[in-house]
């Protein structure tokens, strides 16, 4: 069996607001987290957790991954962004131009979001968290679907993506050209192995499946940090 992704972390400067600004978008459950930030827990099939974890390091550029929020009519969409900006979000420019039918948005701390339109056909069968995208390769998107084991939903034109068996948003992977890594990821998962299984034993695993091991700590006990094919980081966690 492969590991299991347990939760989605953010890099914050400000845990607790940024946990409120976001169960306040989703209608998530808000909990403390035992590496001294905040959680939230999914009331829906996303299967993974948010986890705000504290951090001092400032955001450069747009974030490797960002949320596409679905809607199923104008007026959904419309009250999204209403609510999204009356929690603290503000409107963004990244280049969409004015003819652009989904909404991009920054949270507090400025990580990206899009609130898409109704009647995207490929985001038509998930919840509200349609899909987490992401810049990366195909290589990288063979990868998370191995060490996942979810299987492909879209492979074409260099463009990948997966979803779990037991439905949530779909995690994408847009091809080349893949912008210039700057620094850590404020966004990044958390794995933990099969129920019953061996966290180096994992390690091991994702390795051969082209991971490669970090000497870089994200601050949380219990942790093993990786890196996938596109030298995006993860965790690896001891069972819980």
């Known amino acids: 069996?492969?590991?299991?992704?347990?939760?989605?972390?953010?890099?914050?400067?400000?845990?607790?607001?940024?946990?409120r600004f976001w169960a306040g978008?989703?209608?998530?459950?808000?909990?403390?987290?035992?590496?001294?930030?905040?959680?939230?827990?999914?009331?829906?099939?996303?299967?993974?957790?948010?986890r705000f974890l504290p951090s001092q390091e400032k955001k450069r550029g747009q974030?490797?991954?960002?949320?596409?929020?679905?809607?199923?009519?104008?007026?959904?969409?419309?009250?999204?962004?209403?609510?999204?900006?009356?929690?603290?979000?503000?409107?963004?420019?990244?280049?969409?131009?004015?003819d652009a039918a989904h909404v991009v948005l920054g949270d507090p701390e400025g990580n990206e979001f899009d609130v898409i339109e109704p009647g995207n056909n490929f985001l038509a069968e998930c919840g509200f968290?349609?899909?987490?995208?992401?810049?990366?390769?195909?290589?990288?998107?063979?990868?998370?679907?191995?060490?996942?084991?979810?299987?492909?939903?879209?492979?074409?034109?260099?463009?990948?993506?997966?979803?779990?068996?037991?439905?949530?948003?779909?995690?994408?992977?847009?091809?080349p050209p893949v912008a210039e890594k700057l620094g850590k990821n404020r966004?990044?998962?958390d794995l933990a192995p099969p129920a019953g299984g061996d966290q180096q034993a994992e390690v091991e695993r994702l390795i051969g499946l082209g991971a490669t091991r970090l000497d870089v700590p994200l601050g949380q006990a219990g942790q093993i940090v990786m890196a996938d094919p596109d030298g995006n980081e993860f965790c690896v966690f001891t069972p819980r």
């Open 1 to 19: 069996m492969a590991a299991q992704l347990v939760a989605l972390s953010f890099d914050a400067h400000d845990p607790q607001a940024l946990a």
């Open 63 to 98: 974030n490797q991954m960002h949320f596409d929020l679905t809607s199923k009519t104008l007026e959904q969409q419309q009250e999204t962004v209403a609510r999204a900006l009356e929690l603290g979000a503000r409107r963004l420019d990244i280049g969409q131009g004015p």
């Open 129 to 175: 968290i349609g899909a987490l995208a992401s810049d990366g390769t195909q290589e990288v998107g063979y990868f998370w679907s191995r060490a996942l084991e979810w299987p492909l939903v879209w492979d074409q034109d260099e463009e990948t993506a997966i979803r779990s068996p037991h439905g949530g948003p779909k995690i994408t992977w847009g091809g």
């Open 187 to 189: 966004l990044h998962f």
């Open 25 to 50: 978008v989703l209608g998530w459950e808000m909990a403390d987290d035992p590496d001294g930030g905040f959680t939230l827990l999914p009331n829906d099939d996303t299967g993974f957790r948010l």
